[in-house]
T-cell receptor, first 112, second 115 residues
């Protein structure tokens, strides 16, 4: 069975500092990996996705993630965060079927 | 192009009452989903509809029913609400390309409180 673990429930960071949100998954088959962002009182929107090919994936708003198959990780990074990046971030995995498994979420707080 | 819309945005029910959450998408997607979001638990799949005319159980289907009314609309019904169903409910849709479910598009959510 697939599972997704987001290693930090909350990450506080100062504006313009770099940030990494960590995600590990378990699956016995090939996976598609996603990061979604949820701003307060809104639905989720896709930040980036890994389907195949290059292991470094770039998304919207300056975020990027690296797929590491040997460590079964898909960590999200941004070199310099803004106040507007304050949100909850969800890592998700899909193995090609209709069921996508979401992590518990990481709340990113960006402080001035 | 509104994407995925949900009604209502907020609802308060008493235990035992029933209600239907409505969802519609205008992206011509084949597949639609209902999730619930609870603090610290991420999103959990309640039911999904792979295509018009089909529905299947997800991870937490007990206490819910669904109807795929047509390609655009997918409703979620609580027949007898319980406090454990207090949650935020999200509808989503996606296209399946070459057998792969690449990404989902989410509605704004319905905040449901059962007292």
């Amino acid at each position: 069975a697939q599972s997704v673990t987001q290693l930090d429930s909350q990450v506080p960071v100062f504006e313009e500092a770099p940030v990494e949100l960590r995600c590990n998954y378990s699956s016995s088959v090939s996976v598609y990996l996603f990061w979604y962002v949820q701003y307060p009182n809104q639905g989720l929107q896709l930040l980036l996705k890994y389907l195949s090919g290059s292991t470094l994936v770039k998304g919207i708003n300056g975020f990027e993630a690296e797929f590491n198959k040997s460590q079964t990780s898909f960590h999200l990074r941004k070199p310099s965060v803004h106040i507007s990046d304050t949100a909850e971030y969800f890592c998700a995995v899909n193995t090609g079927g209709f069921k996508t498994i979401f992590g518990a979420g990481t709340r990113l707080f960006v402080k001035a | 192009n509104a994407g995925v819309t949900q009604t209502p945005k907020f609802q308060v029910l008493k235990t035992g009452q029933s209600m239907t959450l409505q969802c519609a998408q205008d992206m011509n997607h084949n597949s639609m989903y209902w999730y619930r979001q609870d603090p610290g638990m991420g999103l959990r799949l309640i039911y999904y509809s792979a295509s018009e005319g089909t529905t299947d159980k997800g991870e937490v289907p007990n206490g819910y029913n669904v109807s795929r009314l047509n390609k655009r609309e997918f409703s979620l019904r609580l027949e007898s609400a319980a406090p454990s169903q207090t949650s935020v409910y999200f509808c989503a849709s996606s296209s399946i390309i070459a057998g792969a479910n690449y990404e989902q598009y989410f509605g704004p959510g319905t905040r449901l409180t059962v007292t």
